[in-house]
């Protein structure tokens, strides 16, 4: 699984379009084995980030949850926690 993708479900506010863009993206990199495609796989890169960034949409347009939404924040701060406790502190 790529780190970069995060999980864009049930968050207050949700996800925007440059997120699911964005995990939509980093999934075709990571399959593709290619940060930048050439220019004769540029079409089909791009077409790939489309296709995968309209199924993610319309994937959690259609989930259903009965749990409270997230916070952004307090997710953010729990990440920070874990990188903390997995790479010490940044002050050193």
């Known amino acids: 699984m790529c780190r970069n993708i995060r999980t ?4 207050e506010p949700p996800a925007t379009e440059e997120e699911v863009r964005a995990a939509a993206l980093q ?6 084995g290619t940060a930048k ?3 004769a796989n540029e ?9 995968v960034a309209e199924a993610s949409s ?3 347009a259609s989930l259903v949850t009965h749990a409270a939404p997230r916070s952004r924040e307090v997710e953010a ?3 920070r926690a ?5 790479f010490g502190s ?3």
């Not at 999934?27 to 593709?32: T, W």
């Not at 079409?43 to 296709?51: C, I």
């Open 82 to 86: 874990r990188a903390e406790q997995r």
């Open 43 to 51: 079409a089909a890169f791009t077409r790939a980030v489309d296709d």
């Open 27 to 32: 999934y075709v990199r990571k399959i593709s």
């Open 8 to 11: 864009l479900h049930n968050f």
């Open 58 to 60: 319309r994937l959690l």
């Open 37 to 39: 495609p050439s220019k």
């Open 77 to 79: 701060a729990r990440a």
């Open 90 to 92: 940044a002050a050193a």
